[in-house]
Nanobody, 115 residues
C-alpha cells in the first residue's frame, strides 16, 4: 500500500520559514516525479513546485527564490523549504508522486501565514 504523509505545516508570521516534509512508503520516490501542490480557501489547487526524476526542478513564479524543493533518496522523502513566507502562501499543501498515468497524493498539511 502506497502512502504519502506530509508534515511540517504550521502557523507562521509573514517573513517566516517552514519546512514541509513528505514521507513515502510503498514506493521508491527516486523513480517518481515529485511535486507539491497547494489549495487556498475558495481557490483551485495549483502546482507549486516539481522535482523530476533526473533532478530538474520547476517553480511557479510567485515562489521562485523563496521555496526550494529537494528529495532525500536515503530517507525516501520530498522536502519543500519555504522562506520569506507571505499571507498569500496560506493554503493546504499536498505532496504527490507521479509516474506515467499513476499519481499518489498525500492528505495535505495546513500552512497559515498571518500576524
Amino acid at each position: 500500500q502506497v502512502q504519502l504523509v506530509e508534515s511540517g505545516g504550521d502557523l507562521v508570521q509573514p517573513g517566516g520559514s517552514l519546512k514541509l516534509s513528505c514521507a513515502a512508503s510503498g514506493i521508491n520516490f527516486s523513480f517518481y516525479n515529485g511535486a507539491w501542490y497547494r489549495q487556498a480557501p475558495g481557490k483551485q489547487r495549483e502546482l507549486v513546485a516539481s522535482l523530476f526524476r533526473e533532478g530538474t526542478t520547476n517553480y511557479i513564479d510567485s515562489v521562485k527564490g523563496r521555496f526550494t524543493l529537494s528529495r532525500d533518496n536515503a530517507k525516501n522523502t520530498l522536502t519543500l523549504e519555504m522562506n520569506s513566507l507571505k499571507p498569500e502562501d496560506t493554503a493546504v499543501y499536498f505532496c504527490t508522486a507521479q509516474r506515467g498515468a499513476t499519481a499518489y497524493w498525500g492528505q495535505g498539511t495546513q500552512v497559515t501565514v498571518s500576524s
